[in-house]
């Protein structure tokens, strides 16, 4: 009798487990659902601020003790066309060897990019701070995002 009581009681608290992760787990779906379209609204918005920011000349702004800057993200990747070789040869005929090894690092020449971007004249475009006979090869992407910061 005591070992019947104990199966049903074992049976009862897997059932109230099984509801009780069920639950949890409809409940995690919704909020990831819910996750999902709040960041494609909040980059949505990010891009219409940064356009917002670009047209007034603005960096950023403060508003109920949160900033909004203004952030500029560069990449720098091969075109497609061009082998591996063909653009270590290019790098390397440009002057830029330090990004090659047996293959060149997009990340390094990203930062090459953006370190040079920096020395440019403001309103230079990424794609020409490239070494032109690397500019119909290589593509540089920019983004201007807006991001939040403080409590």
């Not at 949890?24 to 960041?39: F, M, N």
């Not at 047209?55 to 909004?68: A, C, H, I, L, V």
């Not at 091969?78 to 293959?103: H, I, Q, R, Y």
């Amino acid at each position: 009798m005591a070992e019947q009581e104990a199966r049903d009681g074992g049976v009862i608290e897997s059932v109230q487990l099984c509801a009780e992760y069920r639950s949890v787990c409809e409940a995690s779906e919704i909020a990831d659902d819910r996750a999902k379209e709040l960041r494609k609204r909040k980059k949505e918005l990010s891009l219409k601020l940064a356009t917002a920011f670009l047209s007034e000349g603005r960096q950023n702004t403060k508003m109920d003790g949160r900033t909004f800057a203004l952030t500029r993200n560069v990449r720098c990747n091969k075109v497609g066309g061009f082998s591996m070789t063909e653009a270590c040869e290019a790098l390397t005929n440009a002057g830029l060897e330090d990004f090659v090894s047996p293959s060149y690092s997009a990340s390094s020449l990203t930062a090459y990019v953006r370190e040079a971007l920096q020395a440019a004249d403001p309103g230079t475009e990424a794609q020409d701070v490239l070494p032109s006979e690397l500019r119909s090869m290589f593509k540089t992407m920019e983004e201007f995002t807006v991001v939040m910061t403080g409590r």
